[in-house]
């Protein structure tokens, strides 16, 4: 929705205002229209279109082009032989690395060995390697910005010489008003624009060791409506008028009915399964549209708060939306389970007014760069958590195994047990979370019996906090054993 006000100084009589510079793109039957101060009013409001051709460049402006487009190709060529450059001096600092990894492990096995030096010397060269990296990184770019700059040179170019005609829309507004100025507002819808909600999470430590997160809410804008948007002010709404109101619509289940078997009603088959905790959202409602953004069922709107510039070139711009700085309380977690790494998580709360939309989150630690992830939808004031990767000084090491304990004179129980192995390789202690998960009965013929008078949640999960020191190792083991009542068949939980 565009909206467009301006001033008219009227002469006093009935005509036509014209105007000019708009997208051919709108969509007429949209068009709203009002007199904000003045007397008058308006009797018809109409969009014109027209091919008009483009005028004949002048010589100077074609050799312009042509001497940008030569400034661009010799661009293109130092780059590229830059980044032939930069790709060898990265392999020799591969080279080098590992190299001095094959010193290492000779003097090593000499019994020779200086690990304050070898430390050293490995941080430098891996510095030297990750340098080489960004170096890439940005050449890179820097080759994506000549070409794109050079293809829109050569199209202003070809446009120019082969006298291309040019589709120009104008609005014409026909009214009667006093002389005077009058105020005038015009409305419309335009298709090709988007926006999605991104965000930024910059985690902060003090002196004394408290955690903050710098949380930054942002917006992600495309558009090619055909005409640049400059310094205009933005509104962003998760309302999506030209879908409609359509209700999904709903399959049909069938149940059966039929009566047991002798064998199933002497016999209760039970079996394992993982059930994902999901919540349902209207903005799924159909795997072919466009994907949504997840508002928790309410049109959600923004303020983008000072004036933006957004080009009509379908790239992304990021605008700011707001930002608010909250404490957090950051810990190590771990569910061995599921992946073998200790994340770095903090938990901090929602200070806006409204909730965070779901989308993609840039995660920094004291401004640097360490990923990307994602934040769900949060309401106001919910506390919610942002992972910050993986501590790669820490070794987990997760083992499942099955042992049976024979008893005199009774039958033998089968016990699973979990163990995780965590080792501290870094210079730094660490509190490290740790969450298993056992087996949740439904049935009341079947009981999960845990070792050492555990007890886990409602949903089985067990956790437990271990320090680890530089260069030590602790383990965790949770052992459970499943016990049945009547004829159940069990199938085994692994």
Same mark, same amino acid.
């Given at each position: 929705?565009?909206?467009r006000?301006?001033?008219v100084?009227? /002469?006093? &009589?009935?005509?036509?205002v014209?105007?000019?510079?708009?997208?051919?793109?709108?969509?007429d039957?949209s068009?709203q229209?009002?007199?904000?101060?003045g007397?008058?009013?308006?009797?018809?409001?109409?969009?014109?279109?027209?091919?008009?051709?483009?005028?004949?460049?002048?010589a100077?402006?074609?050799?312009?082009?042509?001497?940008?487009?030569q400034? &661009?190709?010799?661009?293109?060529?130092?780059?590229?032989?830059?980044?032939?450059? %930069?790709?060898?001096?990265?392999?020799?600092?591969?080279?080098?690395?590992?190299l001095? *990894?094959?010193h290492?492990? /000779?003097f *090593?096995?000499?019994?020779?060995?200086?690990?304050?030096?070898?430390q050293?010397?490995?941080?430098?060269?891996?510095?030297?390697?990750?340098?080489n990296v960004?170096?890439?990184?940005?050449v890179?770019?820097?080759?994506?910005?000549?070409?794109?700059?050079?293809a829109?040179l =050569?199209g202003?170019?070809a446009?120019?010489?082969?006298?291309?005609l040019?589709?120009?829309?104008?609005?014409?507004?026909s009214?009667?008003?006093?002389?005077?100025?009058?105020?005038?507002?015009?409305?419309?819808?335009?298709?090709?624009?988007?926006?999605?909600p991104?965000?930024?999470?910059?985690l902060?430590?003090d002196?004394?060791g408290?955690?903050?997160?710098?949380?930054?809410?942002?917006?992600? %804008?495309?558009?090619?409506?055909?005409?640049?948007w400059e310094?205009?002010?933005?509104?962003?709404?998760?309302a999506?008028?030209?879908?409609?109101? !359509?209700?999904?619509?709903?399959?049909? @289940?069938?149940?059966?009915?039929?009566? !047991?078997?002798?064998e199933?009603? !002497?016999t209760i088959a039970?079996?394992? &399964?993982?059930q994902?905790?999901s919540?349902?959202?209207?903005?799924d409602a159909?795997?072919s549209?466009?994907p949504g953004?997840?508002? $928790?069922g309410?049109t959600?709107?923004?303020t983008?708060?000072?004036?933006?510039s957004?080009?009509?070139?379908?790239?992304? /711009?990021?605008?700011?939306?707001a930002?608010f700085?909250?404490?957090?309380?950051?810990?190590?977690k771990?569910?061995?389970?599921l992946?073998?790494?200790?994340?770095?998580?903090?938990?901090l709360q929602?200070?806006?007014s409204?909730?965070i939309l779901?989308?993609?989150?840039?995660l920094?630690?004291?401004?640097?760069? %360490?990923?990307?992830?994602k934040i769900?939808?949060v309401?106001a004031?919910?506390h919610?958590?942002?992972?910050f990767?993986?501590e790669?000084?820490?070794?987990v090491?997760?083992?499942? +195994?099955?042992? +049976?304990?024979?008893?005199?004179?009774?039958k033998? #129980?089968l016990?699973?047990?979990?163990?995780?192995?965590?080792?501290?390789?870094?210079?730094?202690?660490?509190?490290?979370?740790l969450?298993l998960?056992?087996p949740?009965?439904?049935l009341k013929?079947?009981?999960v019996?845990?070792? =050492? @008078?555990?007890?886990?949640?409602?949903?089985?999960m067990?956790?437990?906090?271990v320090?680890?020191?530089?260069?030590?190792?602790?383990?965790? #083991?949770?052992?459970?054993?499943?016990?049945?009542? $009547?004829?159940?068949?069990?199938s085994?939980?692994?």
């Amino acid at each position: 929705m565009v909206t467009r006000r301006g001033v008219v100084d009227w /002469h006093g &009589r009935a005509g036509t205002v014209l105007i000019e510079g708009v997208s051919a793109l709108i969509v007429d039957s949209s068009i709203q229209y009002k007199i904000i101060s003045g007397a008058g009013s308006i009797s018809s409001v109409s969009v014109r279109r027209a091919w008009v051709p483009r005028t004949r460049p002048e010589a100077s402006l074609i050799a312009d082009l042509n001497d940008q487009i030569q400034h &661009r190709k010799q661009e293109a060529e130092k780059l590229n032989a830059d980044l032939q450059r %930069v790709i060898r001096h990265g392999k020799a600092a591969e080279h080098a690395l590992l190299l001095y *990894a094959d010193h290492i492990a /000779h003097f *090593a096995s000499l019994g020779q060995s200086d690990p304050q030096r070898w430390q050293k010397d490995v941080a430098a060269l891996q510095d030297r390697l990750l340098s080489n990296v960004a170096q890439v990184n940005t050449v890179e770019a820097a080759r994506e910005d000549v070409a794109e700059a050079l293809a829109n040179l =050569d199209g202003a170019l070809a446009r120019l010489t082969r006298g291309e005609l040019v589709l120009e829309s104008s609005i014409a507004v026909s009214w009667e008003a006093e002389a005077g100025p009058v105020s005038l507002e015009i409305s419309y819808l335009l298709p090709s624009a988007v926006w999605r909600p991104t965000y930024e999470a910059d985690l902060r430590r003090d002196s004394d060791g408290r955690a903050s997160v710098v949380f930054r809410v942002m917006a992600t %804008v495309w558009q090619r409506t055909g005409v640049d948007w400059e310094g205009v002010n933005v509104t962003l709404s998760t309302a999506r008028p030209s879908a409609g109101a !359509k209700l999904p619509t709903l399959n049909t @289940d069938r149940l059966s009915l039929r009566a !047991k078997t002798r064998e199933e009603r !002497k016999t209760i088959a039970a079996s394992f &399964r993982d059930q994902a905790i999901s919540q349902a959202s209207l903005t799924d409602a159909s795997p072919s549209a466009l994907p949504g953004v997840d508002d $928790g069922g309410e049109t959600r709107v923004l303020t983008v708060g000072c004036p933006a510039s957004v080009a009509s070139n379908g790239r992304p /711009h990021r605008l700011s939306v707001a930002s608010f700085q909250a404490p957090a309380e950051a810990r190590y977690k771990c569910v061995p389970a599921l992946k073998t790494l200790v994340y770095l998580v903090a938990e901090l709360q929602n200070q806006m007014s409204g909730p965070i939309l779901a989308g993609p989150v840039t995660l920094l630690v004291d401004g640097d760069l %360490v990923g990307v992830g994602k934040i769900p939808f949060v309401a106001a004031g919910e506390h919610f958590p942002v992972s910050f990767g993986s501590e790669d000084d820490i070794s987990v090491q997760y083992l499942r +195994t099955r042992k +049976t304990e024979e008893r005199f004179a009774q039958k033998d #129980q089968l016990w699973f047990h979990q163990r995780v192995t965590v080792r501290n390789m870094g210079t730094t202690a660490r509190e490290i979370e740790l969450v298993l998960r056992v087996p949740v009965s439904e049935l009341k013929q079947v009981k999960v019996l845990l070792q =050492d @008078d555990l007890r886990s949640d409602e949903q089985g999960m067990l956790k437990n906090t271990v320090h680890v020191k530089p260069g030590e190792e602790m383990a965790w #083991q949770v052992a459970f054993r499943l016990e049945k009542s $009547g004829k159940v068949e069990l199938s085994d939980p692994w």
